[in-house]
């Protein structure tokens, strides 16, 4: 079955730049989708179809992908991007599924 | 403006059915491209994507769930309910509907609800 994998955790260094990978299959034929998720808060979009950001997303959230992998990039990380990340996709049957998420450290 | 508002039980018995309902607004799920989608996530573990209606009304359902779970529709409240059937402690969760929109190669959930928080238990 299509599986999406992440790191469980990640951590930088207030101001520097961090990337947060996403490997599956399905990336290779369909647009990774990243959302930023605080403690007790409902998920936010932060990037789609690989490196689109929303209206009101900082610049400082970028997105690439190459074969099987996606990369959410954060460059400048400010404290408040502290939370948990997950990445998205959908297959050829049309059912989504989630990465098990990044956590998200800044030190 | 979008907003997406869930509701239903917060508690509901084992083998029991559970409803929830999504009343959105600020769009129209006639829309092509336009979708509701369903999400849950058990406290400390990570996004469940569970099922998502289209414009179109097709319905896409998490195949490890898929015999428990029913989308409809009622276009003139503009709601989407969920059903999902006999429940087990382990469905214990918040759930969160979102606006989907849908492109070619591309999904994206731009819009959630604040989630509705459901305890399975007898």
């Known amino acids: 079955s299509s599986e999406l994998t992440q790191d469980p955790t990640v951590s930088v260094a207030l101001g520097q730049t961090v990337s947060i990978t996403c490997q599956g299959d399905?990336?290779?034929?369909?647009?990774a989708t990243w959302y930023q998720q605080r403690p007790g808060q409902a998920p936010v979009l932060v990037i789609h179809a690989t490196n689109k950001r929303p209206s009101g997303i900082p610049d400082r959230f970028s997105g690439s992908s190459s074969g099987d992998t996606a990369t959410l990039t954060i460059t400048g990380t400010q404290a408040e991007d502290e939370a948990e990340y997950y990445c998205n996709s959908r297959d050829s049957r049309g059912y989504h599924l989630f990465g098990g998420g990044t956590k998200l450290t800044v030190l | 403006q979008v907003t997406l508002r869930e509701s239903g039980p917060a508690l509901v018995k084992p083998t029991q059915t559970l409803t929830l309902t999504c009343a959105f607004s600020g769009f129209s799920l006639s829309r092509t491209g336009m979708c509701v989608t369903w999400v849950r996530q058990s406290s400390g573990k990570a996004l469940e994507w569970l099922a998502l209606?289209?414009?179109?009304?097709?319905?896409y359902y998490n195949p490890s769930l898929k015999t428990r779970l029913a989308l409809s529709k009622d276009t003139s409240k503009s709601q989407v309910v969920l059903t999902m059937t006999n429940v087990d402690p382990s469905d214990t969760a918040t759930y969160y509907c979102?606006?989907?929109?849908?492109?070619?190669?591309?999904?994206?959930?731009?819009?959630w609800g604040q989630g509705a928080l459901v305890t399975v238990s007898s």
């Open positions: 209606l289209d414009w179109d009304d097709v319905k």
């Open positions: 399905t990336l290779r034929g369909y647009f």
């Open positions: 979102a606006r989907a929109q849908w492109f070619r190669l591309d999904t994206f959930f731009d819009s």
